[in-house]
C-alpha cells in the first residue's frame, strides 16, 4: 500500500513537473506572439490639430495608411526603432531663453525634427510634422519615442533593445554552477524499467528520496555553488527523465512477496516486547533484505 502510493505521488509529481515545463514553454511561445502582434497591429492616432505644420492636411489619408502600413510590415520591434530613428533628426540648440539663474537651469542639450514621407504633388518627399503627429502617425506612444531620441543624442544611433537580454543579472545562473547542477543528478544511482514497455529512458530513483531532499543534498557537499529550490527543480524536470519510487507493473511477484514480508518484520520487530525475540526477528528481517537486493541487483 505505501509502495503504491509512493509510486503515485511519484508518477504525479512528475507529471506535474512535465506540466509546469510544457506551461512555460508555451508561456514563452505566446510571449512571442504577443511582441509579434503589438509590432504589427499599430492604427493611426488622433488628428494633432496642429496650427504650425498643419500636419494631417499635408499628409493626406492615403499617405497616413501607407506610413501605418509600412511601419506595421517592419515587423520587429528593433527594426522600427532603426526607422523611426532615421526620421528624426538632432538640432543642436542654438540660443537659450532662460529665465532662471544660470546654476538653477536645466537646458536642453538638443531639439529635434521630426519627418515623415508624403506626396507632394505627386512626388514623395520628406514632410516635417510636429512631435504630436509623429506619434499619432506611427500608432505609438512618447516613451518609445523619447528612448529614441536619448540614443540618437548619446550614441549617435538607436540601440537594439535590451530588455530582458542583460548579463549583469545578479541571479543569473552560471554555467558553472548549471554543470555541477547536472554532474550531481548524473551521479544519483538509479534503475531503468524492466517490465514496462513505456519510459524505456527513464530512471526511477529510491521512493525515500524527493526534489526537495536532493535539492539539500546538493547544496551540502556545494557549499560555493549553491542554488534555490525552484532552480535545481526546474534543471531536474527539464534536463532529466526521472521519478522516485517505482511502477507497479515493474515490480515481479518475487519483489511483492519479498518487499511484503519485510514490512511485516519490521512491524513485529516493533511490537516485540523481548530483546531475544526482536534479536530473531532482526536476523530473519537481514536475511530478507539481502535476499531483496541480491534479486534486484
Known amino acids: 500500500m505505501l509502495s503504491d502510493m509512493s509510486d503515485s505521488e511519484g508518477e504525479e509529481g512528475t507529471h506535474v513537473g512535465l506540466q509546469n515545463a510544457k506551461k512555460r514553454k508555451k508561456t514563452g511561445k505566446m510571449s512571442d506572439v504577443m511582441k509579434k502582434l503589438r509590432a504589427t497591429t499599430h492604427e493611426v492616432g488622433d488628428d494633432c490639430k496642429c496650427s504650425c505644420y498643419n500636419c494631417f492636411q499635408v499628409v493626406p489619408p492615403e499617405d497616413r495608411q501607407r506610413i501605418i502600413k509600412n511601419f506595421n510590415g517592419l515587423g520587429d520591434y528593433n527594426a522600427q526603432n532603426q526607422y523611426l530613428g532615421g526620421l528624426i533628426s538632432v538640432v543642436p540648440v542654438k540660443q537659450r531663453r532662460n529665465r532662471n539663474a544660470q546654476e ?142 517505482y511502477p507497479r507493473k515493474d515490480t515481479c511477484s518475487t519483489c511483492d512477496v519479498l518487499k511484503a514480508e519485510i514490512s511485516v518484520l519490521e512491524e513485529k520487530i516493533n511490537g516485540a516486547n523481548d530483546q531475544k525475540t526482536k534479536d530473531t526477528l532482526s536476523q530473519d528481517l537481514t536475511k530478507k533484505q539481502k535476499e531483496r537486493e541480491f534479486h534486484l541487483a
Open 104 to 245: 538653477e537651469a536645466n537646458f536642453h542639450i538638443s531639439s529635434y525634427c521630426y519627418r515623415v514621407r508624403a506626396h507632394v504633388d505627386g512626388n514623395l518627399q520628406d514632410i516635417t510634422v510636429c512631435y504630436k503627429a509623429f506619434l499619432s502617425l506611427h500608432g505609438i506612444g512618447n516613451n518609445r519615442v523619447q528612448t529614441i531620441k536619448k540614443h540618437l543624442t548619446s550614441f549617435g544611433e538607436v540601440k537594439p533593445d535590451g530588455r530582458g537580454k542583460h548579463a549583469n543579472r545578479s541571479n543569473a545562473l552560471s554555467e558553472e554552477t548549471k554543470a555541477k547542477v547536472i554532474s550531481f543528478i548524473q551521479s544519483l544511482k538509479g534503475r531503468k524499467s524492466h517490465y514496462s514497455l513505456k519510459d524505456t529512458s527513464k530512471l526511477y530513483l529510491p521512493e525515500e528520496l524527493n526534489k526537495s531532499k536532493l535539492h539539500r543534498m546538493y547544496n551540502e557537499t556545494n557549499k560555493d555553488n549553491t542554488v534555490g529550490f525552484t532552480t535545481f527543480r526546474d534543471i531536474f524536470e527539464n534536463d532529466f527523465n526521472i521519478s522516485f519510487g
